[in-house]
C-alpha cells in the first residue's frame, strides 16, 4: 500500500515537472506560467494581449490544447466584456474559433461585437475540439460537480473546469 502510494506521488510529481509537449520548450512554459497560471493574482486583461495568437502558434493543428483556453478566457470574458475585441487577433485557426466560441458561450455570452463573430464565422471550427465542447452548460454558474471523480462527460470539459481561476 506505502509502495502503491509512493509511487503514484512520484508519477504526480514527474507529471506536474514535465514540460507539455503543447507547451514546447521551458521558455514557452515560462510565458503561459507569467500570463496564464497567475493571471488571477493581478487581473489585469490588457497582460493578455497576444495571448490567443501565442496559443495558435504553440498548438499547431492539435484540439487538445484549447479546453484550458475555454475555461480561462470565459472567466476574462465574463469579467471583462470590453476587451473581447481586443483580444481576439485578426486571424484565427479552426481550434481558437470553436474554442473562443464555447469560451463566450460559458461567459453567458456577453455582447459579442460584430468583427469578432465575423471573425469566429471565416474561421471555420474544429469538429473535434466542437464535439468536445458540446455537452458545457450555457453559462460557467451551471457547472456542477457531483463527485471529484466526475469527468463532466469529455476530457475537454474536465480541462476546462480545471483552468478556470478561482477568484
Given at each position: 500500500?506505502?509502495?502503491?502510494?509512493?509511487?503514484?506521488?512520484?508519477?504526480?510529481?514527474?507529471?506536474?515537472?514535465?514540460?507539455?509537449?503543447?507547451?514546447?520548450?521551458?521558455?514557452?512554459?515560462?510565458?503561459?506560467?507569467?500570463?496564464?497560471?497567475?493571471?488571477?493574482?493581478?487581473?489585469?486583461?490588457?497582460?493578455l494581449v497576444g495571448l490567443i495568437e501565442k496559443w495558435q502558434s504553440d498548438s499547431g493543428n492539435r484540439w487538445d490544447p484549447y479546453p484550458p483556453l475555454v475555461g480561462f478566457l470565459a472567466v476574462v470574458f465574463r469579467?471583462?466584456?470590453?476587451?473581447?475585441?481586443?483580444?481576439?487577433?485578426?486571424?484565427?485557426?479552426?481550434?481558437?474559433?470553436?474554442?473562443?466560441?464555447?469560451?463566450?458561450?460559458?461567459?453567458?455570452?456577453?455582447?459579442?461585437?460584430?468583427?469578432?463573430?465575423?471573425?469566429?464565422?471565416?474561421?471555420?471550427?474544429?469538429?473535434?475540439?466542437?464535439?468536445?465542447?458540446?455537452?458545457?452548460?450555457?453559462?460557467?454558474?451551471?457547472?456542477?460537480?457531483?463527485?471529484?471523480?466526475?469527468?463532466?462527460?469529455?476530457?475537454?470539459?474536465?480541462?476546462?473546469?480545471?483552468?478556470?481561476?478561482?477568484?
Amino acid at each position: 500500500m506505502r509502495q502503491s502510494r509512493a509511487l503514484l506521488a512520484l508519477t504526480l510529481i514527474c507529471g506536474l515537472l514535465a514540460p507539455s509537449p503543447a507547451l514546447g520548450q521551458p521558455a514557452t512554459l515560462k510565458w503561459y506560467v507569467d500570463h496564464f497560471t497567475y493571471f488571477y493574482r493581478a487581473p489585469q486583461p490588457e497582460r493578455l494581449v497576444g495571448l490567443i495568437e501565442k496559443w495558435q502558434s504553440d498548438s499547431g493543428n492539435r484540439w487538445d490544447p484549447y479546453p484550458p483556453l475555454v475555461g480561462f478566457l470565459a472567466v476574462v470574458f465574463r469579467d471583462h466584456p470590453n476587451w473581447i475585441e481586443r483580444l481576439v487577433p485578426p486571424k484565427l485557426t479552426r481550434g481558437s474559433a470553436t474554442a473562443l466560441a464555447g469560451a463566450l458561450r460559458l461567459a453567458g455570452d456577453p455582447s459579442i461585437p460584430p468583427e469578432v463573430r465575423s471573425r469566429i464565422a471565416q474561421a471555420g471550427s474544429d469538429e473535434i475540439l466542437k464535439r468536445q465542447l458540446a455537452g458545457l452548460p450555457s453559462q460557467l454558474l451551471d457547472l456542477q460537480i457531483t463527485l471529484p471523480t466526475d469527468r463532466f462527460g469529455t476530457p475537454a470539459a474536465t480541462a476546462i473546469f480545471l483552468s478556470i481561476p478561482r477568484m
